[in-house]
């Protein structure tokens, strides 16, 4: 997996991101249509 090191660093944080990500891209989703 290749990344900035601060991405490796703090994979863990990965989780948080993805859950605050990913409702995003659901609430962007329907305005990109």
Same mark, same amino acid.
């Given at each position: 997996? =290749?990344?900035?090191?601060?991405? @490796?660093?703090?994979? /863990?944080?990965?989780?948080? !991101?993805? /859950?605050?990500l990913v409702p =995003?891209l659901v609430? @962007?989703a329907p !305005?990109?249509?």
């Amino acid at each position: 997996m =290749s990344g900035p090191p601060f991405v @490796l660093k703090h994979r /863990a944080s990965n989780r948080t !991101l993805q /859950a605050a990500l990913v409702p =995003s891209l659901v609430w @962007l989703a329907p !305005l990109t249509v």
